[in-house]
Protein backbone atom coordinates (compact mmCIF):
# COMPACT_ATOMS: atom_id res chain seq x y z
CA UNK A 1 0.00 0.00 0.00
CA UNK A 2 1.33 3.34 -1.29
CA UNK A 3 2.03 5.99 1.85
CA UNK A 4 2.86 9.43 1.11
CA UNK A 5 3.35 11.46 3.89
CA UNK A 6 4.04 15.34 3.51
CA UNK A 7 5.92 18.04 5.77
CA UNK A 8 7.19 21.36 5.83
CA UNK A 9 3.87 23.35 5.47
CA UNK A 10 3.61 26.97 7.90
CA UNK A 11 3.39 30.28 7.98
CA UNK A 12 5.04 32.22 6.25
CA UNK A 13 5.02 35.99 5.16
CA UNK A 14 4.86 37.47 1.19
CA UNK A 15 8.29 37.21 -0.15
CA UNK A 16 9.63 34.39 1.70
CA UNK A 17 10.63 30.65 1.49
CA UNK A 18 9.50 27.62 2.69
CA UNK A 19 10.35 23.83 1.65
CA UNK A 20 7.80 20.89 1.31
CA UNK A 21 8.61 17.53 1.79
CA UNK A 22 7.13 13.99 0.58
CA UNK A 23 8.17 10.85 1.95
CA UNK A 24 6.56 8.03 -0.28
CA UNK A 25 6.49 4.44 1.13
CA UNK A 26 4.84 1.31 0.67
CA UNK A 27 6.46 0.16 -3.37
CA UNK A 28 8.75 0.34 -5.79
CA UNK A 29 8.54 3.93 -7.03
CA UNK A 30 10.73 3.31 -10.29
CA UNK A 31 8.14 4.15 -12.46
CA UNK A 32 6.28 6.25 -11.04
CA UNK A 33 5.63 10.58 -11.26
CA UNK A 34 5.22 11.85 -8.03
CA UNK A 35 2.91 14.91 -8.24
CA UNK A 36 2.55 18.46 -6.14
CA UNK A 37 -1.06 19.46 -6.02
CA UNK A 38 -2.61 22.81 -3.86
CA UNK A 39 -6.29 23.65 -2.28
CA UNK A 40 -7.20 26.94 -1.61
CA UNK A 41 -10.84 27.19 0.23
CA UNK A 42 -13.51 27.49 -1.75
CA UNK A 43 -11.62 26.47 -5.16
CA UNK A 44 -10.33 22.92 -6.91
CA UNK A 45 -7.51 21.02 -6.31
CA UNK A 46 -4.94 21.87 -8.96
CA UNK A 47 -1.71 20.72 -10.53
CA UNK A 48 1.40 22.76 -8.96
CA UNK A 49 4.76 20.17 -10.16
CA UNK A 50 5.67 17.07 -10.80
CA UNK A 51 8.48 14.77 -10.81
CA UNK A 52 9.68 11.52 -12.58
CA UNK A 53 10.70 9.02 -9.46
CA UNK A 54 14.51 8.97 -11.39
CA UNK A 55 14.15 12.99 -10.62
CA UNK A 56 14.87 13.21 -14.56
CA UNK A 57 11.90 15.60 -15.82
CA UNK A 58 9.88 17.75 -13.98
CA UNK A 59 7.11 20.41 -14.69
CA UNK A 60 5.33 23.29 -13.21
CA UNK A 61 2.27 25.13 -13.49
CA UNK A 62 2.82 29.03 -15.15
CA UNK A 63 1.85 30.16 -12.06
CA UNK A 64 5.13 29.10 -9.88
CA UNK A 65 7.87 28.87 -13.06
CA UNK A 66 10.79 30.32 -11.56
CA UNK A 67 9.62 30.52 -8.19
CA UNK A 68 9.26 26.62 -7.14
CA UNK A 69 11.87 23.86 -7.52
CA UNK A 70 10.35 20.20 -7.74
CA UNK A 71 13.70 18.08 -6.55
CA UNK A 72 14.43 14.68 -5.62
CA UNK A 73 18.13 12.82 -4.82
CA UNK A 74 18.23 10.43 -8.16
CA UNK A 75 15.82 7.20 -6.91
CA UNK A 76 16.04 7.95 -3.42
CA UNK A 77 13.19 9.77 -0.80
CA UNK A 78 11.74 12.52 -0.11
CA UNK A 79 10.74 14.31 -2.79
CA UNK A 80 10.65 18.32 -2.65
CA UNK A 81 9.22 21.66 -3.49
CA UNK A 82 11.42 24.80 -2.88
CA UNK A 83 9.10 27.26 -3.18
CA UNK A 84 10.35 30.85 -3.08
CA UNK A 85 9.32 34.33 -3.72
CA UNK A 86 5.62 33.50 -1.95
CA UNK A 87 2.67 35.29 -2.52
CA UNK A 88 -0.57 35.28 -0.36
CA UNK A 89 -2.40 33.53 -3.28
CA UNK A 90 -0.19 30.21 -2.97
CA UNK A 91 -1.92 30.15 0.42
CA UNK A 92 -3.19 26.12 0.00
CA UNK A 93 -3.43 23.13 1.25
CA UNK A 94 -0.34 21.15 -0.39
CA UNK A 95 -0.90 17.87 -1.27
CA UNK A 96 1.95 14.81 -2.98
CA UNK A 97 0.18 12.07 -4.91
CA UNK A 98 2.16 9.22 -6.62
CA UNK A 99 0.93 7.88 -9.95
CA UNK A 100 2.38 4.77 -12.63
CA UNK A 101 0.52 6.82 -15.61
CA UNK A 102 2.08 10.38 -16.07
CA UNK A 103 -0.21 12.64 -16.45
CA UNK A 104 -3.36 11.09 -15.32
CA UNK A 105 -3.83 11.51 -11.66
CA UNK A 106 -7.20 9.81 -11.86
CA UNK A 107 -6.42 6.69 -9.79
CA UNK A 108 -3.08 8.24 -7.76
CA UNK A 109 -2.38 7.49 -3.92
CA UNK A 110 -2.72 11.16 -1.75
CA UNK A 111 -1.05 12.22 0.86
CA UNK A 112 -3.03 13.82 3.87
CA UNK A 113 -1.66 17.40 3.06
CA UNK A 114 0.49 20.36 4.62
CA UNK A 115 -0.77 23.74 5.20
CA UNK A 116 0.89 26.49 3.32
CA UNK A 117 -0.39 30.37 4.65
CA UNK A 118 1.52 33.71 3.14
CA UNK A 119 0.32 36.75 4.70
CA UNK A 120 0.64 39.58 2.92
Known amino acids: QVQLVESGGGLVQAGGSLRLSCAAS????????LGWFRQAPGKEREFVSD????????TYVNSVKGRFTNSKDNAKNPVYLQMNSLKPEDTAVYYCAATSSRWNWRFASWGQGTQVTVSS
Open 26 to 33: GRNFSSYA
Open 51 to 58: ILWSGSET
